[in-house]
């Protein structure tokens, strides 16, 4: 590991930096496995070995008054928390992640959720879990270890977008922003991260508002994922269960970098790849996946995943991609 000396104030200590340029090409996976090890918790980076050529990496930890936030660059691949892991872990802890690149599809508990940039997810190192980049080339991803003695809260089982919560996401998003800024730029963040240690407690409560009093961008996210699976659902569906009209559904998702028909295939493809993968439904023809996630014809949905995951729905079920 090299550690490289930094302009930074004299409040903050430098980061630790594992660079991947500072070894042979041959051992760039392995030293950035390393890398993370030391500056998270123990993991499991995976990528086979027909695409480690070229793999290139920095992983940069800065200490924070109790954990780390990592800050990481990398080719996609895939990351495996195992029982293993979990066991030669010190302490338990939440993983807060703000993703800048990529998409990153994490798994836990039986549950997925995909984080886009600028969402922040929550899981817990406690468990089980799968995080998966494949959908895009590359991955940035700020990701803060919180130790759970300092958000003695529960959440339910698997991960969770924090940035969805009606009240606190925005603030969770700016805070998680801010203090990944700040500590790339030196400063002494203890004060960002005790206010991000408490907008995450703040936002423990797991029953989502999804009243008229709510935000109309997460009301829209939520119809979303409640209907994406009906058959000829549409934008105008959704516009009328919400009272609103179909331009502001479309100008609100715009806010976000998003569209409607986007959105509603993102939640049936995800439920989609879940299915796939239930050892309990490997019998059920790819067919009947997509009927049951809201296409009416199998070949516009192997399209559409294909995609998406990069492979057809069935190599996806064999465990491919």
Not at 70 to 77: G, I, Q
Not at 126 to 137: E, V, W
């Amino acid at each position: 590991m090299t550690q490289r000396a930094s302009a930074l104030t004299e409040t903050a200590m430098p980061p630790r930096i594992w660079d991947t340029s500072d070894v042979p090409a041959p051992e760039a996976f392995e030293y950035y496995r390393e890398g993370i090890c030391a500056a998270f918790t123990p993991l499991s980076p995976e990528l086979s070995h027909g695409a480690r050529a070229g793999f290139r990496s920095v992983v940069r930890s800065h200490a924070m008054p109790a954990g780390a936030l990592n800050h990481v660059s990398a080719r996609a691949h895939q990351v495996i928390r195992t029982r293993a892991d979990i066991a030669a872990s010190p302490e338990p802890c939440w993983y807060v992640n703000l993703q800048f690149d990529g998409i990153c599809g994490i798994e836990q508990a039986g549950k997925r959720l995909d984080l886009h940039p600028g969402e922040v997810g929550l899981f817990d190192s406690d468990r089980i879990f799968t995080l998966d980049h494949s959908r895009r080339a590359g991955l940035r991803v700020a990701s803060l270890l919180l130790p759970k003695r300092l958000v003695p809260v529960d959440f339910a089982p698997g991960p969770h977008r924090l940035s969805d919560h009606p009240v606190y996401g925005r603030l969770l998003s700016e805070a998680a922003l801010a203090l990944t800024e700040g500590a790339e730029r030196g400063v002494s963040v203890d004060g960002l991260h005790a206010v991000l240690l408490t907008l995450v407690g703040l936002a423990a409560d797991d029953e989502t508002d999804l009243s008229p009093s709510a935000g109309p961008l997460l009301r829209i996210r939520a119809s979303i994922r409640r209907n994406a699976t009906r058959a000829g659902w549409g934008l105008s569906d959704c516009a009328a269960e919400l009272g609103l009209s179909i331009r502001q559904v479309q100008r609100l998702l715009a806010r976000d970098d998003d569209g409607f028909a986007a959105a509603v295939t993102r939640e049936r493809l995800t439920m989609a790849a879940q299915m796939l993968r239930d050892p309990a439904q490997s019998s059920v023809p790819v067919g009947e996946v997509a009927l049951a996630v809201g296409y009416t014809d199998a070949a516009p949905f192997s399209r559409a995943f294909r995609a998406a995951y990069g492979v057809a729905p069935g190599a996806w079920r064999r465990g491919e991609g």
